[in-house]
C-alpha cells in the first residue's frame, strides 16, 4: 500500500517497508528555509509513528539535494528567525540542528541519495543519514567560514567523525567544492553511480536492508549510534552555543 502526506516543501511517500522523504522546492536547489526545515521535522516524525517502515530514502527534487539555507529569501540567519516565535539565536539554532538529529536518532536507517548539490545544510543534514549514496554530478562543500559563521547544524561533530577529523577541517576552514568522486575517496559518500541509476539503486539498497529482521537492524543502529556519538550531545551544545554568538544574541 502507498501512503504518505504531500507538504509544500517536503514530500513523504511510503511504499510497503520503504518511506522516501523529498525536499521539494526544486526551483531553489531544495535551499533550506523555515517552512522546508518544518517540513523535514514532519516526515522524520510521521516515519517514526509509521511501524511498517523498516527503511527511509531523503533526496530532494530535481537536479539537487539541497543548496543549503536559502540566503536569498534569508539574508541573514536573523531573517529566519523572525516570525518562527524563538526567544534567541541558540534556541533558533538548536532546533535547525535538532531536525537533522532527527535523521540519526529514527529508529529505522536513513539512507541519503544525493543528487546534485550538496552544500552547507544540505551536506550536514545527509551527515546525520546512515549511508550515503551520490550522483557523478553531485558536488559537495560546507561553506559556512567563508560567510563568516561556522557549520552549526552538526557539520563541526558528524564531518570529522565521518572523515576523520584532518580532512574534515581542511573541508570546513577553507569551504571548498569537491565531485563525487572525490567525495567517495575519502569516505563521505559509500557509492557513487550515474545520475539516472540513483534512486534505483538506492531502492535497491533499501529493499535489502528491510528484507532482513526490523528488530535486529534497528537495534545495530541504536548500538552504532551509542558507539559513534559518544559526547556528541556535549559537542552539539558547544557548537550552537559558539554558532548563536553570530546571529546578535537573545530577542
Not at 24 to 44: F, M, V, Y
Not at 204 to 210: D, G, Q, R, V
Request: charged share 25%; hydrophobic share 45%.
Amino acid at each position: 500500500m502507498r501512503k504518505g502526506f504531500r507538504g509544500d516543501t517536503v514530500l513523504l511517500e511510503v511504499e510497503g517497508a520503504i518511506a522516501s522523504i523529498i525536499m521539494n522546492r526544486p526551483e531553489r536547489l531544495n535551499a533550506l528555509n523555515a517552512e522546508l526545515w518544518r517540513g523535514l521535522e514532519e516526515a522524520a516524525r510521521a516515519v517514526e509513528a509509521e511501524a511498517e517502515v523498516r527503511v527511509a530514502i531523503l533526496t530532494g527534487a530535481g537536479r539537487a539535494f539541497s543548496a543549503g539555507l536559502d540566503i536569498k529569501e534569508s539574508k541573514s540567519p536573523e531573517d529566519m528567525l523572525a516570525g518562527m516565535g524563538f526567544r534567541g539565536a541558540f534556541e533558533a539554532v538548536r532546533y535547525f540542528r535538532d531536525v537533522f538529529s532527527l535523521y540519526q536518532s529514527l529508529p529505522v536507517p536513513v539512507v541519503a541519495a544525493i543528487n546534485g548539490a550538496c552544500i552547507g545544510g544540505g551536506m550536514e543534514v545527509a551527515l546525520a543519514c546512515d549511508i550515503r549514496l551520490a550522483s557523478e554530478n553531485a558536488v559537495f562543500s560546507i561553506p559556512e567560514v567563508v560567510y563568516g559563521i561556522i557549520p552549526d547544524c552538526g557539520g563541526t561533530q558528524r564531518l570529522p567523525r565521518v572523515v576523520g577529523p584532518g580532512i574534515a577541517r581542511e573541508l570546513i576552514y577553507t569551504g571548498r567544492k569537491i565531485d563525487a568522486a572525490e567525495a567517495l575517496r575519502i569516505g563521505l559518500v559509500d557509492h557513487v553511480y550515474p545520475a539516472a541509476q540513483l534512486m534505483d539503486e538506492a531502492k535497491k539498497l533499501a529493499a535489502e536492508i528491510a528484507s532482513h529482521s526490523p528488530a535486529a537492524v534497528q537495534a545495530t543502529k541504536r548500538a552504532m549510534n551509542a558507539a559513534m556519538s559518544s559526547g556528541l550531545e556535549a559537542g552539539l551544545d558547544f557548537e550552537t552555543a559558539t554558532a548563536s554568538k553570530f546571529y546578535g544574541g537573545s530577542r
